[in-house]
């Protein structure tokens, strides 16, 4: 079975774009949880779009050490958006865990744990990724609609 790189990305972009809105949707609703979770997958597989291009993405919530392997194959000019979108994607993977079971070591439960500050920077750094996104596959003039 072979995987065509482009309708990967875009089912990957797809899924980001849904993901996203949830979080958006739930940000509005006040469950800073759900706004957190969604939006971690969101920038998960935004990253994942841009893997997709080269290589299938590995099943990590992190796939940022995959994004980081393939930044030779990116143009120059557009590898600092790629390295952010790693660390972006980086730095909110252990909220996988963290909205899903909260912080057993501490008796925190996932509502325990985030705030509406807290929902919002995630939420932001979703948006960020969504844009780096965009940016990066316009510059490969690559459309994904």
Do not use: C
């Amino acid at each position: 079975m072979s995987i065509d790189p482009i309708e990967e990305a875009y089912y990957r972009y797809r899924l980001a774009i849904q993901h996203l809105n949830r979080a958006k949707r739930l940000y509005e609703l006040n469950d800073w949880v759900g706004t957190v979770q969604f939006a971690q997958i969101a920038i998960e597989n935004f990253a994942k779009t841009l893997i997709a291009l080269f290589e299938i993405p590995t099943w990590s919530h992190d796939p940022s050490n995959q994004l980081i392997r393939l930044l030779n194959r990116f143009p120059d000019k557009i590898t600092v958006h790629i390295r952010e979108l790693a660390e972006i994607t980086r730095s909110v993977a252990p909220e996988h865990g963290r909205s899903t079971y909260g912080e057993p070591s501490r008796g925190l439960t996932p509502n325990e744990i985030y705030t509406k500050d807290e929902a919002k920077g995630i939420l932001e750094k979703a948006q960020r990724a969504k844009d780096i996104v965009e940016l990066v596959l316009n510059a490969l003039n690559i459309s994904l609609h």
